[in-house]
């Protein structure tokens, strides 16, 4: 599984970078058809005292799965970008596996 983790119109940020490739990776070995992930952190100052924004893109079997946020930081961003991503993953292997 590969992820690329792209800063747009930001400095690279190591420590943000890691922290998310550690985090896809935990995520995908629970959901292991994941094929790749592209995560995007972007600024935007006019948006109400929030503007860090993140955007999870994930190739897997069927549709994309997309998920964005804009919290105060891009921890915050990543974070409930991520439980809705979990949340769009189990709801499509309840599709692939039906009972």
Same mark, same amino acid.
């Given at each position: 599984m590969k992820t690329d983790v792209h800063f747009v119109k930001l400095n690279t940020s190591k420590r943000i970078e890691d922290l998310t490739v550690k985090k896809i990776d935990t995520l995908t070995k629970k959901f292991d058809w994941v094929i790749k992930a592209d995560v995007f952190f972007k600024q935007d100052p006019s948006s109400d005292g929030k503007g860090k924004i993140c955007e999870i893109h994930l190739s897997v079997p069927g549709p994309e799965i997309f998920a964005s946020s804009d919290k105060t930081s891009f921890e915050a961003s990543l974070a409930e970008t991520l439980?809705?991503?979990?949340? #769009? /993953? !189990?709801? *499509?292997?309840? #599709? /692939? !596996?039906? *009972?």
């Open positions: 439980d809705s991503i979990r949340k #769009q /993953l !189990n709801k *499509r292997k309840q #599709q /692939l !596996n039906p *009972r």
